[in-house]
């Protein structure tokens, strides 16, 4: 199936039309390792967050994005397979079905990895709705004594969000998949940031406020220029806990969280000749206790967005087939990694979310996938393509990054400081 007619046929160019110039191909090949291997485990979370292993076709393509074989994982969604001979790409296909039967396929395309590639996981997250979820712990919060002892006080975490407890209800239902719930209370007036770790598999639980004892410590608000939206986030093990949004507010509560990192959001609009598209820049850094972070830097989001608009104007416009090359080094030279995304509704595989992973600077082919995953039944009012691009705060090549990256477990990534000084970008064009 080809990124390049997929788009023709679906009208984005013309989304894209913008002033021209700029673009260049490039590519990027392995080496000559002894025995290339793949090896990953895939596995798909619903909306209900259940992770289930799923079984998964590989399919290995040569330079030019032909089949040269494909294979299926085990039933536990195991892969472990030498590179057939003139591997240069691989593509992994999961499907998975909701409860209301409603299919779902994602592929996962991996350029230039003739040198083999080993993955902890590929972890895909179906959206499909499951209309109605099951509670592993399911408790009530009675808050009848907090309300009484505290007035003009936030309580987050609670009811999926935060509730002004003057007028929250004496019981609030939580149903989790986690055992651990973690809550915090805030008052601005009184400078007042506490936070409470609970265990739901206690079916009613009385909140007091002596259970809000691990003080929050102040994270000063970053100047940047027309930030659009600054978090602080707590770590731990493989979740986020204790998000704080709270603008002049944030804070962390290192006494519960093993890591700590803020992150800033920037907006950008491009206007092209017939509409616009939107960069999304984030920024990020890890926090110590103190709450001290060191400057965050933004990716240039206008340069990236046109390079990202005249690279695609550049191969169209090109001799080149139904490649589709692009070099977004030359906005961003320390560049890591350019994920492809394309989303769409498709009447043979259902919703399809399909990431294709490269360098900055590379040449996606024509891919073929054989009878594994055709292109032929599309709905093209459906689509919706997005841009990422990575600069992370590591230095080993592409392959290694990618390895980092499906690291299971975000307290060991995010201590690593993987993302400590990175730098995200991200754009979406849709009809």
Not at 173 to 185: G, I, T
Not at 368 to 376: H, I, L, N, P
Request: charged content about 20%; proline content about 2%.
């Amino acid at each position: 199936m080809n990124i390049k007619r997929s788009l023709v046929s679906l009208s984005l160019l013309s989304v894209l039309s913008a002033c021209g110039g700029g673009g260049s191909s490039a590519t990027s090949s392995g080496g000559g390792a002894t025995s290339p291997k793949f090896s990953t485990v895939v596995s798909v979370t619903n909306s209900c967050g259940n992770v289930t292993s799923r079984s998964a076709d590989v399919v290995f393509h040569d330079k030019d994005g032909k089949t040269i074989r494909a294979i299926k994982s085990d039933d536990n969604g195991k892969i472990d397979a030498e590179l057939p001979k003139g591997t240069q790409h691989i593509s992994v296909i999961a499907t998975s079905t909701n409860k209301n039967n409603k299919l779902s396929t994602f592929v996962n395309t991996y350029l230039d990895v003739s040198e083999g590639l080993v993955l902890n996981q590929i972890s895909h997250k179906n959206n499909v709705s499951d209309q109605t979820c099951s509670c592993t712990y399911e408790a009530r919060l009675d808050t009848s004594e907090l309300k009484s002892a505290l007035t003009n006080y936030d309580l987050h975490g609670a009811d999926e969000g935060s509730v002004w407890l003057n007028s929250a209800d004496d019981f609030i239902n939580m149903c989790s998949s986690e055992q651990f719930a973690y809550l915090h209370l805030a008052n601005s007036a009184l400078d007042d940031y506490r936070a409470a770790k609970l265990d739901l598999s206690n079916e009613t639980i009385t909140l007091r406020d002596s259970d809000f004892s691990h003080e929050g410590v102040k994270v000063e608000q970053p100047y940047v220029a027309n930030q659009s939206f600054v978090s602080v986030n707590g770590v731990k093990g493989t979740k986020r806990i204790l998000r704080n949004y709270d603008g002049d507010n944030l804070h962390i509560f290192p006494s519960l969280t093993s890591e700590n990192t803020i992150t800033s959001q920037v907006n950008e609009t491009i206007d092209t000749n017939n509409g616009s598209i939107t960069s999304y820049a984030l920024a990020f850094r890890n926090v110590d206790e103190n709450g001290q972070y060191q400057l965050l830097k933004h990716l240039p989001g206008y340069d990236i967005g046109y390079e990202f608009i005249n690279s695609f104007l550049s191969s169209f416009s090109a001799q080149n087939g139904d490649e589709l090359s692009f070099n977004y080094s030359s906005a961003v030279p320390s560049a890591d990694l350019v994920i492809h995304e394309l989303a769409y509704y498709d009447n043979r595989h259902g919703n399809v979310n399909w990431e294709i992973h490269s360098e900055a600077s590379a040449t996606i082919p024509d891919l073929e996938f054989d009878t594994v995953f055709t292109g032929d039944q599309i709905d093209e009012s459906s689509l919706t393509m997005w841009f990422h691009l990575y600069d992370l705060n590591y230095s080993q090549s592409y392959v290694d990054i990618l390895n980092k990256l499906s690291e299971p477990n975000l307290e060991k990534t995010i201590s690593s400081g993987l993302y400590d000084g990175a730098a995200t970008i991200h754009i979406v064009v849709s009809q």
